[in-house]
């Protein structure tokens, strides 16, 4: 017994130890200025070791640290490779086998740069990174926790960035249509759609729909809304865990509550909930919050009467009433009383304007339960500090402003107490946006980065704090985010300057004298990474020939949805794999938080509830079942062999080499393709090509 209370005693006191370690700040990392915290300073470019290994900047910064540890750059890698990465890269498709072999063919200097530029041209470019993006905001087309009801019209949101990218839209204006798009870019399309950013994680329906604000439920649901966005907002543009200091002060980065609770207090005013606008016409906008309500105080008055007359008269469509000779006088006069009340009423309805609607961060003006604070003319919700993080326990109230660590502007907002709530939103978007703002550029090349590398400079994209990781190339990071920044925040000029990097073109093959290293941190090679679901799905109906490009609207769904009326249950198994509606890309899926596709989640799909900044790389049995298994892959499969048997009709072994060259753009070798020509006999074609497509090389880029 004493022993066990000394291992106990001994226990607790290595935990106090490492935990005064990290809280007192007296080692010597933690006396030393955080790298996230500081300034950016654009570092002078490393004078190159061999000239022929340098593109342009960004390969001296990688030469200089691997010279350091005595590591060589791997040669380029071949043409054939390096299209197929260039084009799963930046557009999210399979390079079409004429398009390869005009490239292989291509011996002009340029001819790589034409390519990059060509596909940063296609709109196939914003379906891609829009997918990448919306990962990170956690967008999902239905509210998740219990009822998951669907939100029919979260869509635009996702158009609005696949809009913003392919249009170059400045990466400061792109920020900043997403906090406060409606104040500072008022009566444009992107400045209201952009606002779904604040409404694109999780909703709880019915904490606020079932449940009014003076409750205390009703409190802590509204206190976690607004945690979300909070949450997502600085998480997804400055990269730091301020949710963290929710209860209490960040136990790892010097983030106090009340910075917590005065970036509560820019967003107090908002609910989610559907925002109407007109597009070009921002005073109607305005005046439409009040039109919309004597717009639902004439439709209630409608339904009532068309309770009242079917009530009264018996009948079901007392606008619309059969002759009826034989009734009563005085129930022919109730009747028409209604009929012409529901035409007077129908007319006024029809005169209303029709606006444009998206689900966003907006001044809700509800009824019932779901009031909103447009019921107080949009007046910000007051916010206090919260001990412990209960809302029971409210402490001093405090102001609208940002992190006190950076210290380029005062941490709190200079706003007038009766300025309009927007006031705020806009004053968090010029703080994210603020040239001086470290975290702000640092964060989005990171994030770009990482998706042509497969990890980031920082590998915790995230979590900039001291909880995070170190940057392992700080010179490259800090050099990227001030040219980004300083010249205009183009996002694809970003994207020009890594691809056309000799980094970038490595070979990704392992060369066996530095196999034994457990990473590729300083790149001494391209590394080979699997593709995401979308991009599997979408190369599937590519080489199929069944791929639909129509870009836009409303999401294609692949379920079927029964119990609408409660709580929706979203039933793939039920949907048809054959519906060539679902045969468009991925980014337009409907995408349901509480039941995830089963198909794509074997392949590690993004988890909407949760902001994702990396996705998972996992091999396992499901996801070979999943690819030879699937309905969708059996119907594609057969969809293959037929577009095979269109384009290379009486031929099998041409069938065959055309399958090869659609699905991995290279021709097979003799030996593979007697063994193709020797199973599709046996087997036949639809069965090789669903084997073609269960292969490492279909779902890997080199």
């Given at each position: 017994m004493r022993n066990t209370r000394l291992r106990v005693t001994l226990c607790l006191w290595v935990v106090g130890v490492l935990v005064a370690y990290y809280l007192s700040g007296s080692s010597a990392e933690a006396q030393t200025p955080h790298w996230a915290w500081q300034p950016i300073k654009r570092p002078s470019v490393p004078s190159p070791i061999l000239k022929s290994q340098i593109s342009n900047p960004i390969d001296a910064f990688i030469a200089a640290k691997l010279k350091q540890t005595g590591l060589t750059p791997s040669p380029p890698a071949a043409r054939r490779p390096l299209i197929r990465r260039l084009y799963f890269d930046l557009i999210g498709l399979p390079p079409t086998p004429e398009r390869v072999q005009q490239f292989i063919a291509d011996r002009s200097p340029n001819a790589y740069e034409k390519l990059v530029d060509e596909l940063l041209a296609s709109p196939r470019y914003g379906e891609r990174w829009a997918r990448h993006w919306l990962d990170v905001v956690h967008y999902g087309d239905t509210?998740?926790?219990?009822?998951?009801?669907?939100?029919?019209?979260?869509?635009?949101?996702?158009?609005?960035?696949?809009?913003?990218?392919?249009?170059?839209?400045?990466?400061?204006?792109?920020?900043?249509?997403?906090?406060?798009?409606?104040?500072?870019?008022?009566?444009?399309?992107?400045?209201?759609?952009?606002?779904?950013?604040?409404?694109?994680?999780?909703?709880?329906?019915?904490?606020?729909?079932?449940?009014?604000?003076?409750?205390?439920?009703?409190?802590?649901?509204?206190?976690?809304?607004?945690?979300?966005?909070?949450?997502?907002?600085?998480?997804?543009?400055?990269?730091?865990?301020?949710?963290?200091?929710?209860?209490?002060?960040?136990?790892?980065?010097?983030?106090?509550?009340?910075?917590?609770?005065?970036?509560?207090?820019?967003?107090?005013?908002?609910?989610?909930?559907?925002?109407?606008?007109?597009?070009?016409?921002?005073?109607?906008?305005?005046?439409?919050?009040?039109?919309?309500?004597?717009?639902?105080?004439?439709?209630?008055?409608?339904?009532?009467?068309?309770?009242?007359?079917?009530?009264?008269?018996?009948?079901?469509?007392?606008?619309?009433?059969?002759?009826?000779?034989?009734?009563?006088?005085?129930?022919?006069?109730?009747?028409?009383?209604?009929?012409?009340?529901?035409?007077?009423?129908?007319?006024?309805?029809?005169?209303?304007?029709?606006?444009?609607?998206?689900?966003?961060?907006?001044?809700?003006?509800?009824?019932?339960?779901?009031?909103?604070?447009?019921?107080?003319?949009?007046?910000?919700?007051?916010?206090?500090?919260?001990?412990?993080?209960?809302?029971?326990?409210?402490?001093?109230?405090?102001?609208?402003?940002?992190?006190?660590?950076?210290?380029?502007?005062?941490?709190?907002?200079?706003?007038?107490?009766?300025?309009?709530?927007?006031?705020?939103?806009?004053?968090?978007?010029?703080?994210?946006t603020h040239p001086d703002n470290p975290l702000t550029w640092r964060s989005i090349v990171n994030r770009v980065w990482q998706y042509h590398f497969g990890a980031g400079l920082v590998t915790t994209p995230n979590d900039f704090g001291r909880n995070g990781a170190k940057p392992s190339h700080p010179e490259l990071l800090d050099w990227l985010a001030a040219e980004f920044r300083d010249t205009g925040g183009s996002l694809k000029r970003l994207h020009k300057l890594i691809v056309m990097s000799a980094t970038y073109r490595q070979s990704s093959n392992i060369k066996p004298a530095i196999s034994t290293l457990q990473s590729n941190e300083l790149l001494w090679r391209q590394n080979r990474r699997k593709l995401e679901a979308e991009a599997v799905r979408d190369a599937v109906l590519s080489v199929s020939g069944k791929l639909d490009l129509k870009m836009g609207g409303a999401g294609w769904q692949d379920f079927v949805v029964e119990r609408p009326e409660h709580s929706p249950h979203y039933e793939y198994g039920l949907a048809d794999p054959n519906d060539s509606r679902t045969w468009r890309r991925s980014i337009y899926r409907f995408i349901v938080r509480s039941q995830t596709q089963p198909w794509m989640t074997a392949l590690d799909c993004a988890d909407p509830s949760m902001r994702v900044d990396k996705r998972n790389e996992s091999l396992s049995p499901l996801q070979a079942l999943a690819l030879l298994n699937n309905g969708f892959m059996l119907t594609q499969s057969e969809h293959f062999a037929a577009r095979l048997l269109r384009e290379r009709p009486n031929d099998l072994a041409a069938q065959i080499i055309r399958a090869h060259w659609l699905a991995f753009s290279r021709a097979p070798s003799k030996g593979e393709l007697e063994k193709y020509v020797a199973f599709a006999r046996t087997h036949g074609l639809p069965n090789l090509c669903r084997v073609l497509l269960n292969l490492s090389e279909f779902t890997f880029a080199d």
């Open positions: 509210h998740g926790y219990d009822k998951d009801k669907p939100r029919p019209n979260a869509w635009p949101y996702r158009d609005y960035v696949i809009r913003a990218f392919n249009e170059d839209k400045p990466y400061k204006r792109f920020v900043e249509e997403q906090i406060a798009g409606d104040v500072l870019y008022p009566g444009t399309r992107d400045g209201n759609e952009a606002l779904g950013f604040i409404a694109a994680g999780p909703w709880d329906f019915i904490g606020h729909a079932e449940l009014p604000e003076t409750k205390i439920d009703g409190k802590i649901a509204r206190h976690l809304d607004r945690d979300d966005m909070v949450a997502n907002t600085i998480g997804t543009f400055a990269s730091v865990t301020v949710h963290c200091a929710q209860c209490h002060h960040h136990k790892f980065d010097p983030i106090s509550q009340e910075d917590y609770y005065s970036l509560q207090a820019v967003f107090a005013a908002l609910d989610r909930a559907d925002k109407k606008y007109f597009v070009n016409d921002p005073a109607m906008t305005a005046r439409f919050n009040q039109l919309d309500g004597r717009q639902r105080d004439l439709a209630e008055r409608k339904r009532v009467i068309e309770r009242d007359a079917a009530k009264a008269t018996g009948l079901d469509k007392p606008d619309k009433p059969p002759i009826d000779a034989a009734m009563k006088p005085e129930t022919r006069a109730e009747r028409d009383g209604y009929v012409t009340e529901l035409a007077q009423l129908n007319q006024q309805l029809a005169a209303f304007p029709k606006p444009e609607t998206v689900y966003a961060g907006t001044v809700h003006y509800g009824t019932g339960t779901f009031v909103g604070t447009g019921a107080n003319h949009g007046k910000p919700r007051p916010i206090h500090v919260l001990a412990r993080g209960q809302v029971t326990t409210p402490k001093q109230e405090v102001s609208a402003g940002a992190l006190s660590i950076l210290t380029f502007q005062p941490a709190r907002f200079a706003i007038a107490n009766d300025a309009p709530e927007g006031e705020r939103r806009a004053a968090l978007a010029r703080w994210l």
